[in-house]
């Protein structure tokens, strides 16, 4: 059973920054690739970033090009996103979401794991 959880959310105001954690534990990949996903009340869930475990490729929404910053550690299994300049429409519930494979996607469908999602706030 694999399980992601999130952490580093919060409450910040504009111009501020925070970084989420998401630890992926149980069963190992050797060959899987990562992603940050939010949801903003009333709206869907949009793709914002991904990463590939082995070629470190990373892939930004438009929206978030330039403010943040996805990485990862292999050895802590652990995916992080540095989100900087904050503004208040990135205010929505972040999850991390995990997929066999080695290559990235911006499909919601195409991830098997999920954390269970972690609130960011920013203030105007």
């Known amino acids: 059973q694999v399980q992601l959880v999130e952490s580093g959310g919060g409450l910040v105001q504009a111009g501020g920054s925070l970084k989420l954690s998401c630890v992926v534990s149980g069963r190992t990949f050797s060959n899987y690739a990562a992603a940050w996903f939010r949801q903003a009340p009333g709206e869907e869930r949009k793709f914002v970033a991904a990463i590939t475990w082995s070629g470190g490729t990373t892939v930004y929404a438009e929206s978030v090009k330039g403010r943040f910053t996805i990485s990862g550690d292999n050895a802590k299994n652990t995916v992080y996103l540095q989100m900087n300049s904050l503004k208040p429409e990135d205010t929505a519930v972040y999850y991390c979401?995990?997929?066999?494979?080695?290559?990235?996607?911006?499909?919601?469908?195409?991830?098997?794991?999920w954390g269970q999602g972690t609130q960011v706030t920013v203030s105007s």
């Open positions: 979401a995990v997929r066999y494979g080695s290559s990235w996607s911006s499909k919601i469908y195409e991830y098997a794991y």
